[in-house]
């Protein structure tokens, strides 16, 4: 269980703060996923690169103690959760393969082209398992999501039998909804479900 001493608020972090808590954040998403410690380089370089797409935005769910204001450069002010999300292009990997992924479901050409013509990729959303299942997770994407300025957002997340764990719950209490199912990106063996929120399909959300 988190300590009773700390809450947390959720901060937006600028550019370069990403970067000097590159390390920490990484390690949030080992946790999260239970991922080996020999899987963090790679990744620190991913979202390395991932900090200079365009219209990059990222926050932290920030624990801090009680009475002081939330700093994530502040001494006993640390991340516990980090979500981050660029602008959707045709240069990444990630549009390239759901635009072929609709391509085989019978989309044209041109159906594609307007559907992923302006959207947000929301690439990362991770929680400390110790903070989960506190209402922080909700509160962080949904923070996060009113930041966003494009009409769409779209994201992907391995499947989940009856979508029973914590992160499909999570997107369909925002109103994420299907575009694609069981699919699979080059080089993974997971299936993952695409899943895309219209700005209007907004909810209100309660943590």
Same mark, same amino acid.
């Given at each position: 269980?988190?300590?009773?001493?700390?809450?947390?608020?959720?901060?937006?972090?600028? @550019?370069?703060?990403?970067?000097?808590?590159l390390?920490?954040?990484?390690?949030?998403?080992?946790?999260?996923?239970?991922? @080996?410690? #020999?899987?963090?380089?790679?990744?620190?370089?991913?979202?390395? #690169?991932?900090?200079?797409?365009?219209?990059?935005?990222?926050?932290?769910?920030?624990?801090?103690?009680?009475?002081? +204001?939330?700093?994530?450069?502040?001494?006993?002010?640390?991340?516990?959760?980090?979500?981050? =999300?660029?602008l959707?292009?045709?240069?990444?990997?990630?549009?390239? =393969?759901v635009?072929?992924?609709?391509?085989?479901?019978?989309? =044209?050409?041109?159906?594609?082209?307007?559907?992923?013509?302006?959207? +947000?990729?929301?690439?990362?959303?991770?929680?400390? @398992?110790?903070?989960?299942?506190?209402?922080?997770?909700?509160?962080?994407?949904?923070?996060?999501?009113?930041?966003v #300025? +494009?009409?769409?957002?779209?994201?992907s997340?391995?499947?989940?039998?009856?979508?029973?764990?914590?992160?499909w719950?999570l997107?369909r209490?925002?109103?994420?909804r299907?575009?694609?199912?069981?699919?699979h990106?080059?080089?993974?063996?997971? @299936?993952?479900?695409?899943?895309?929120?219209?700005?209007?399909?907004?909810?209100?959300?309660? =943590?």
């Amino acid at each position: 269980m988190p300590p009773a001493a700390l809450r947390v608020d959720v901060v937006r972090l600028n @550019p370069d703060q990403f970067l000097r808590h590159l390390d920490r954040l990484v390690d949030i998403h080992l946790a999260a996923m239970r991922y @080996p410690r #020999s899987a963090h380089q790679g990744r620190r370089v991913l979202w390395r #690169s991932n900090a200079q797409e365009p219209q990059f935005a990222c926050h932290v769910a920030l624990a801090h103690p009680h009475g002081e +204001t939330a700093n994530p450069d502040a001494d006993g002010h640390h991340p516990v959760g980090v979500c981050f =999300s660029f602008l959707g292009t045709a240069a990444t990997f990630w549009y390239k =393969s759901v635009s072929a992924g609709l391509r085989n479901i019978g989309w =044209s050409t041109d159906a594609i082209r307007e559907f992923m013509g302006n959207y +947000t990729e929301l690439s990362e959303v991770h929680l400390l @398992p110790e903070w989960q299942n506190q209402g922080v997770g909700t509160h962080l994407l949904a923070q996060h999501l009113l930041t966003v #300025s +494009t009409p769409a957002v779209m994201l992907s997340t391995p499947e989940a039998r009856d979508e029973g764990n914590r992160a499909w719950s999570l997107y369909r209490k925002i109103g994420f909804r299907d575009v694609l199912r069981d699919f699979h990106f080059g080089g993974d063996p997971r @299936p993952f479900g695409i899943l895309r929120r219209e700005r209007q399909d907004i909810p209100e959300v309660r =943590s």
